[in-house]
DNA sequence: CGGCTGCGTGTCAACGTTGTCAGGTCGTGA
DNA sequence: TCACGACCTGACAACGTTGACACGCAGCCG
């Protein structure tokens, strides 16, 4: 026999109120600190409040007074991305100090999951919607736009009209972690022997947007070496470090060896060091990856680094001026990335430092970002 | 000029149905798809609908149906930090298909904003509440279950009499990180010469009740080999990459060098791994971390590992199971750690698999779960 | 033909809260 | 004494939605 604990029906105002022999109202101007409420009074109701443990409903004074609850949404392919998870630890922090709430949802890369849980966030009335977009449809727009919910595109800027839209740059990003793959190939660096340099490449299979612009960053980086453009048999698609791990092992036995090899982004790195590895190949043959990859610098990963918090907090700056009224036009937020060399290997590029495996979150990162603010 | 935009006030179900010339109820039963509706109507409710960009209010919609809205509170100490976004991604998977939504918030190891998030989200209903927390107050027991809301402590079990928790088994991991590190000393290891092995510990500063579990896990293991505990001189604390890279530089200076190096965290490991990088004694003193870290496996980095998605779905399913009326007694799950060795480096454990640098988030990885239900 | 059932619709109230307004009781200055 | 202000309190309505209930109209059966 349990304490008939069961369903205890939340305590009201109401309650309190009749405990202190009051008016709701009073009650009210109690526990708000109103003036105009008699000290002895006052108290009474404190102390009922505390005795039945009462917590006012803020769902429902929100209704009353008119007001959107506290909420942002945060909409995401997969938080156990590090990735996302830092973009949302930045929007987060923004976010915090105003008193916003961040709601996180994974769509799973599922378009449909996408849309379910935008069309589920803006039925509770969040006040601003931050999507990392797995697929750039209109749902966004007719659903987002119509009610004046801010909407900030991030990662991904897709095609929404009024969206504001905080991206990397990842098209020169990859061209110059291709130029210096291919200055290091070409010049006298630990494994260039003057060979034709010949990059082999990893992409990744989604994020159709970005992927693109990185390749064509590779493109444009091949074209002003003066080399001729990638051929199909250069490039692999793989999606996860064990399928790049055989891709690159497949790439590495290919015909002209490649001198170097790019993998566009960490889960690919991964998998291309570990295929490096296994065929001795990690000094003979340059690697190089995108995001941030822990102890990169110790087995010779040049990686395009960025600080995803710091990008998280530039699309939480964005929110809250959107969410305190900013009606100006959209903004287009690029952010910048940072190509980091290790250290026994700077051929092409000078003032690298080595944090590149910093496992932190990069707090003291320092990203100047590229704000086309107007005014302030 | 711009279209007078403004402030557009939320369409509601009175626009709706005066538009389609019906009563609120009745445009409510069309949009709802409820039975006894005249076609006609519908399809006129429907269409106005469509025309204004209607959004049913959920928030007014919950509170006259005296439901709470379908939010999950998520606290932890800083969502950048990988272990707990995978925790949360693991939550929001288990909630997602139930349609609960995860709403994070970090409380940057404040005690403080810690409390001020808890009591936020309390006041707009979250249906339970998930913390893993900085300071293991009594705060959350007056404040959530007061309410009937369900409360489970992750990662730091704390000392709330109702919560569920769910922990890791934190003790037996370092033990066992601990026991090999002796034996790949004692044998013949690639490091190991026989001498006495004499370990270095770099320990975490907070989150002091993983932390107090992980040294005692190390002194049992020390215990067991029948070797000394630890002088204060073979142990340093350290918070991130950068000091824990300093002070491995300075507990390999001393005396008696040591033979292994063991590292409390990920964080840690990392900047364990370039202080003995940058001291050439990467092949010579053994390392071994907790936590997954990317590539540990190419560097020789033991990690005591685990699957925090896993863990995260884990108390999903809790929360789901509370949510549900599961009123039974508080549950409180173990989950297991694993030790992973890297390929060369395989002295004392024997089926260890080189997975441990995997940047996956880890889906495929088997881990059975201590998990204390009694039904079901 | 009276009663009954199935359908389609509307009125009313309520979820928990607070703004508005209307009292009421003092004390004070004219 | 009266009016006026400051203080304290309560009744009422409303935020947007939907359950409960009632009404009206067919058609059907006995």
């Given amino acids: 026999m349990h304490t008939a604990d069961g369903e205890r029906p939340p305590t009201t105002l109401q309650h309190v109120a009749a405990l202190a022999r ?3 109202k009073t009650a009210s101007r109690a526990l708000n600190g109103e003036r105009y409420v008699a000290p002895e009074t006052a108290a009474r109701v404190l102390e009922a409040a505390r005795s039945v443990g009462y917590r006012v409903n803020a769902v429902a004074r929100d209704l009353r007074l008119g ?3 506290p909420l942002v949404g945060f909409v995401s392919a997969d938080l156990a991305n ?4 830092r973009l949302a630890a930045g929007v987060e922090r923004e976010l915090r100090p105003a008193g916003l709430l961040l709601v996180t949802v994974s769509s799973d890369e599922d378009p449909d999951a996408e849309r379910t849980a935008v069309a589920s966030l803006l039925d509770r009335g969040v006040r601003a919607l931050v999507v990392a977009s797995t697929s750039a449809d209109q749902e966004h727009l007719e659903a987002a ?3 004046g919910t801010p909407l900030v595109m991030v990662d991904r800027a897709g095609a929404v009209p009024g969206a504001d839209t905080v991206v990397l740059d990842n098209a020169a990003g990859a061209r110059e972690v291709t130029a210096h793959l291919l200055a290091r190939d070409a010049g006298g660096g630990a494994g260039g022997d003057g060979r034709r340099p010949h990059l082999a490449v990893v992409s990744d299979l989604r994020r159709l947007e970005t992927g693109r612009a990185r390749m064509e960053g590779v493109a444009r980086a091949l074209e002003e ?5 990638l051929a199909a048999a250069q490039v692999r698609e793989a999606h996860d470090a064990a399928s790049a791990e055989r891709a690159v092992a497949e790439l590495l036995a290919a015909d002209p060896h490649p001198t170097g090899v790019l993998a566009m982004n960490n889960l690919l790195a991964t998998g291309a060091v570990r295929a490096l590895a296994r065929a001795g190949a990690l000094g003979a043959c340059a690697v190089a990856g995108f995001d941030d990859v822990d102890l990169a610098g110790l087995v010779g990963l040049a990686t ?3 600080d995803a918090e710091e990008m998280g907090r530039e699309v939480g700056r964005l929110v809250l001026a959107r969410v305190r009224g900013d009606e100006g036009p959209a903004r287009h937020v690029v952010v910048p990335t940072r190509l980091v060399v290790p250290p026994e290997d700077d051929g092409a590029d000078g003032g690298a430092d080595d944090r590149a495996d910093d496992g932190a979150p990069g707090h003291d990162r320092v990203t100047s970002l590229t704000s ?4 302030a």
Same sequence: chains 1, 2.
């Fill in 22 to 24: 009051v008016s709701p």
């Fill in 304 to 306: 395009v680094s960025y």
């Fill in 67 to 69: 007001a959107a609850p």
């Fill in 82 to 85: 590090p990735f996302y998870s």
């Fill in 372 to 375: 086309p603010t107007p005014r």
């Fill in 225 to 229: 070496a003066g080399l001729p453009p």
């Fill in 145 to 147: 736009r119509r009610p």
